[in-house]
Nanobody
Framework: QVRLVESGGALVQYGGSLRLSCAVS????????MGWYRQAPGKQRELVAG???????DYADFVKGRAYISKDGLKNTVNLQMNDLKAEDTAEYYC????????????????WGQGTQVTVSS
């Protein structure tokens, strides 16, 4: 059974940083592509960052230079470090596990976590 549990969301000030973590069970993160998505109220869910099984990285334009996705094979977690946070980063952030990787881009699977809320105050 696949289970994803996100943590690390918080209320932070504009320009601050956060590290989101996703604990994964049922899928070995080391051998699988993983991704982080976000969804703001009234908007569609969108990719923030993805990482391939081999460690290739994919970032949305709106976070390039401000985010870093990584995997920890020992802990079986996938993490998202976000810096220089802006008000528009306010959203629910979701982990996705075991998607596909094509042409340098991550595509989600049907495995999602419950989300963690990030709120950036201006």
């Amino acid at each position: 059974q696949v289970r994803l549990v996100e943590s690390g969301g918080a209320l932070v000030q504009y320009g601050g940083s956060l590290r989101l973590s996703c604990a994964v069970s049922g899928i070995p993160v080391r051998n699988n592509p993983m991704g982080w998505y976000r969804q703001a109220p009234g908007k569609q869910r969108e990719l923030v960052a993805g990482i391939s099984s081999g460690g290739l990285l994919d970032y949305a334009d709106f976070v390039k230079g401000r985010a870093y996705i990584s995997k920890d094979g020992l802990k079986n977690t996938v993490n998202l470090q976000m810096n220089d946070l802006k008000a528009e980063d306010t959203a629910e952030y979701y982990c996705n596990a075991g998607g596909s990787w094509s042409n340098g881009r991550y595509y989600p699977s049907s495995y999602w976590g419950q989300g963690t809320q990030v709120t950036v105050s201006s």
